[in-house]
């Protein structure tokens, strides 16, 4: 596939870069990270008002500008290059994406206009404290009582959970196995007996919540989809929510390896810089190479989004897998190039370090989705 951006798609990528370079540099990422949000509620109301970035996916029926993945690909990007503390990944390319697949019309209209102009933020409770991604890693449970469900258990690991307004909670009916009896609920973070607790993680630009549902009662009309065949929908949604990591990533990498380049061309060795040095060009030369790999991988996915062609998990997995390998090398090898103030607070290379990290398992690790490309090859 021969790839080229059109001319919206460029102005696109560049207004995202002057954005970002005013709103997102390391002064702005180390005060957001450190608040109590973990993210600049006037820079969402900008992106929001002034760019218009979270209506970007939406339909125009639904107050948005009705783009595609492409574009929201070519975005990610730019904000993992840098390093945006934002809930703009768990409510767009989760929560949006959710109501798109999954949601009736009365969801639609009601939540994805307030998605477009920036008022709501959804995010999803899928992960538990056993970290099991299969089926039987769901024991949130559910019981239907008249005209309600009351729903019980603990999620783990949710992104932005501290701050969002509406939570996508998966459960599974009492006494189901399985896929079966298996799903989704919108749920208000306001619900009574619904517990939020911000977690201390390593990567604070993307901070986790713990969140305990304590007998909690919700309406049916919070059911996103067919009520217990919610199983194939969370994969789906997976899948979305892995492509737009791995666009981050390719971001996150270019980054560690820009930061590097401009690095060995300043710092002096021997009276040289050291860029000069042929081993140190030899290991530029390779996270080139992953960076633009990883790039080609993260954009042919976005190209099969929108599909239900086993193609699109297949590309996704791949991306993912190969994104992660990539940043998490690339952010190595900054930290080793940059020598002893690496790791130092000053410098942002342990920031992109921890995130490389953190995403490398967000919604699947390699491992995890080389085992998924083998069952889809039937190897």
Request: hydrophobic share 35%; with cysteine.
């Amino acid at each position: 596939m021969e790839f080229a951006f059109t001319e919206e798609q460029g102005l696109l990528r560049e207004s995202a870069i002057g954005f970002l370079s005013e709103n997102s540099d390391s002064k702005k990422i180390r005060e957001a990270m450190e608040s109590p949000l973990a993210y600049d509620k006037k820079v969402w109301q900008k992106m929001s008002e002034e760019m218009g970035w979270l209506a970007l996916l939406i339909p125009e029926e639904y107050d948005g500008l009705g783009l595609t993945w492409i574009e929201l690909t070519a975005l990610l990007e730019k904000m993992g290059y840098f390093l945006l503390c934002s809930p703009f990944h768990s409510t767009i390319c989760l929560g949006a994406t959710c109501l798109l697949e999954f949601g009736n019309e009365d969801q639609k209209t009601s939540f994805l206009p307030k998605i477009a102009n920036g008022s709501l933020q959804i995010t999803l409770a899928c992960l538990e404290p056993n970290g099991d991604w299969t089926p039987n890693g769901i024991r949130c449970t559910y019981k239907k009582i008249d005209n309600e469900f009351m729903v019980s258990g603990i999620k783990k690991y949710v992104p932005y959970g501290h701050s969002a307004d509406k939570i996508i909670v998966i459960a599974r009916e009492e006494g189901s196995n399985g896929a079966e009896g298996v799903s989704l609920f919108l749920v208000d973070s306001e619900e009574k007996n619904l517990e939020i607790k911000k977690l201390n993680t390593m990567d604070q630009t993307r901070p986790q919540s713990l969140i305990n549902l304590n007998k909690i009662r919700i309406s049916d009309d919070c059911v996103l989809g067919e009520l217990g065949g919610g199983w194939n929908a969370l994969e789906k949604l997976r899948l979305y929510g892995a492509l737009g990591v791995s666009a981050e990533q390719v971001g996150g990498a270019q980054r560690c390896l820009d930061m590097t380049c401009d690095f060995v061309l300043e710092r002096e060795q021997f009276g040289r810089k050291i860029g000069s040095f042929q081993s140190i060009k030899h290991r530029l030369a390779n996270m080139m190479v992953l960076v633009e790999s990883a790039r080609s991988a993260s954009y042919y996915a976005s190209c099969m989004a929108g599909t239900n062609s086993q193609e699109f998990e297949e590309t996704v997995s791949i991306a993912k897998s190969y994104c992660s390998e990539a940043f998490f090398k690339c952010a190595g090898d900054a930290i080793q190039l940059h020598g002893g103030v690496g790791f130092t607070w000053e410098y942002d290379t342990h920031l992109f370090f921890k995130r490389a990290k953190s995403s490398e398992i967000y919604f699947g690790d390699p491992s995890f989705h080389k085992n998924k490309i083998s069952n889809i090859l039937g190897l």
